[in-house]
């Protein structure tokens, strides 16, 4: 009479397939647990570089053509080390441009974040229109040079 059960040998062989299994699972989880941090940190230097663009855009006055810098406050960036740099400039205007006529203006800004010991950068631009102010100079357009 043939006895019921699995042979040693197919026990071997069905718990070898398991552990490779089980072992290429923890390497995708693993994987995927360290892709979702990456991201994690780039989703919050972009959330932090529409913010800083939208105060920028809200500053009535910034300075043409000069480079300003500074860093995020830890505790707005959710623990993320992340500075800026931002650079205003004409753009276009009509020619011979004086007080109150409009002008589009340019700032360009650039972020800096630390992303598991290296650091990344990302830059954006936004515009917006405004009257030139009677006291101040006629206008230069920016130049393309970089941040």
Known sequence: MKEKGFSLLEVMVATFIMAVAVV?????????????????????AALLARHK????????????????????????????????????GIFE???????GAQILERVE??????????????????FRKRNLLPDEPPPIPLNGAPL
């Open 109 to 126: 800004l650039q972020i800096f974040f630390q992303n598991n010991g290296r650091t990344k950068s990302f830059s954006m631009e936004g």
């Open 53 to 88: 663009m939208d105060e920028l855009l809200l500053i009535p006055r910034l300075p043409q053509g000069q480079v300003i810098e500074g860093q995020f406050d830890p505790s707005q960036s959710s623990g993320l080390q992340a500075n800026w740099r931002a650079r205003a």
């Open 24 to 44: 290429a699972l923890l390497s995708n989880l693993t994987t995927s647990l360290r892709n979702a941090s990456r991201l994690t940190d780039h989703d919050r």
């Open 93 to 99: 205007f009509a020619p011979g441009a004086g007080p």
